[in-house]
């Protein structure tokens, strides 16, 4: 069964901080390429960051990079986003997303197994 579950999300100030997991099946854990998007309302569902799962790339948007880190934990089928000095602009549905093309993608086409998403509320 294809499976992936997020959690962690919330309501936080500006400049505080949230981290959020995604347990994702062995299947699709095993196809090497992770990422994390958002979607805020009104816009369309944006790139965050990815992972590869053997090697530990990772690769973010130019929005995030230095504030947000994506890592993964190989024993728990568990990739994390470590978002930190958060602004009201990261309010966003976040999504895990598996299987894509490559593991540097951020392009949203490129993902086939999405999770249901988590809400991340941040005020200013």
């Known amino acids: 069964q294809e499976q992936l579950v997020e959690s962690g999300g919330g309501s936080v100030q500006a400049g505080g901080a949230l981290r959020l997991s995604c347990v994702i099946s062995?299947?699709?854990?095993?196809?090497?390429?992770l990422g994390w998007f958002r979607q805020a309302p009104g816009k369309e569902r944006e790139g965050v960051g990815t992972i590869d799962t053997v090697g530990g790339s990772t690769y973010y948007a130019n929005s995030v990079k230095g504030r947000f880190t994506v890592s993964r934990d190989n024993a728990k089928n568990t990739m994390y986003l470590q978002m930190n000095m958060l602004k009201p602009d990261d309010t966003a549905m976040y999504y895990c997303?598996?299987?894509?093309?490559?593991?540097?993608?951020?392009?949203?086409?490129?993902?086939?197994?999405w999770g249901q998403g988590t809400q991340v509320t941040v005020s200013s």
């Open positions: 997303a598996a299987d894509a093309v490559a593991c540097w993608s951020l392009f949203t086409s490129d993902y086939r197994a």
């Open positions: 062995k299947h699709l854990w095993n196809t090497k390429c």
